[in-house]
């Protein structure tokens, strides 16, 4: 769901792995319909884009019987969500995710029924915070970890 990319119009896209494009599926898409997807965290507002995680469970279960499918799913969502969070810093970006979401509202939005294919996690990507206050804090930080731990801390 881009909603401040640049050369993409905001909109729900899917992602068509085997011709590597994006096809627009919605243009049912805002920075406020972002916020109620994410059970309206504020630091959703200020997100550029977002990414709905969805996973078709029968593309698993051939592989793994019932329960196990589910869980390697999951295992297999947390680990796409680690490399998003890594290659978005390591773009400068400011990546964050959430599990923290309203599933139905979602589904609907895709069309998917929430049993056979379901929303499972929500990566986002914004820029980082440059204002004075963000900058300061971030040096703070910094110097109090780079000056380690003080004597009796834990």
Known sequence: MPLRVKGLRVG?????????????????????????????????????????MTAVFPRTMWKYHHARAYRVVLLN???????????ATWLGLAPFCTAALKDTLIEKDLGIDGIRESVLYVAEVGVPATSVRARRQFSQNSDRHAAGPSKGAV
């Open 12 to 52: 729900l896209y899917h992602y068509q792995p085997a011709t590597h494009h994006f096809e627009r599926i919605s243009t049912n898409a805002s920075a406020e319909k972002a916020w109620l997807y994410c059970a309206r965290q504020h630091f959703v507002r200020n997100a550029a884009a977002l990414f709905l």
């Open 77 to 87: 969502a947390g680990h796409l969500c680690q490399t998003f969070c890594l290659v």
